[in-house]
């Protein structure tokens, strides 16, 4: 089982930043991507961004000008820093990774989210 652990949502202005962590932890082989998602009111949860474990990135075309996703493997520790945010980023924001259990199988861990409002 994999543990993720997110930080650094809150509250901040449009136009404003913010830098979200997530941290995994647990009993694993090998964490293959590592990515955010994020659900708003009312909505449907979406990609925002995803990065493999050799730093290939994929971003949502509403985000990708804005935001940066990161990681390092060896603090197995995935980052999205968030620039120019706007109130229609409003939302929980969810760690996401896939990996490989000790024995050999895939599974799929979510974190509990962290709140990001936006204020106009």
């Known amino acids: 089982q994999v543990q993720l652990v997110e930080s650094g949502g809150g509250l901040v202005q449009a136009g404003g930043s913010l830098r979200l962590s997530c941290a995994a932890s647990?009993?694993?082989?090998?964490?293959?991507?590592m990515g955010w998602y994020r659900q708003a009111p009312g909505k449907q949860r979406e990609l925002v961004a995803t990065i493999s474990s050799g730093g290939s990135t994929n971003y949502a075309d509403s985000v990708k000008d804005r935001v940066t996703v990161s990681r390092d493997n060896a603090k197995n520790t995935v980052w999205l820093q968030m620039n120019s945010l706007e109130p229609e980023d409003t939302a929980v924001y969810y760690c996401?990774?896939?990996?490989?259990?000790?024995?050999?199988?895939?599974?799929?861990?979510w974190g509990k989210g962290t709140l990001v409002t936006v204020s106009s």
């Open positions: 647990g009993s694993f082989f090998s964490i293959n991507v």
């Open positions: 996401n990774c896939n990996a490989v259990s000790t024995s050999g199988a895939w599974m799929t861990s």
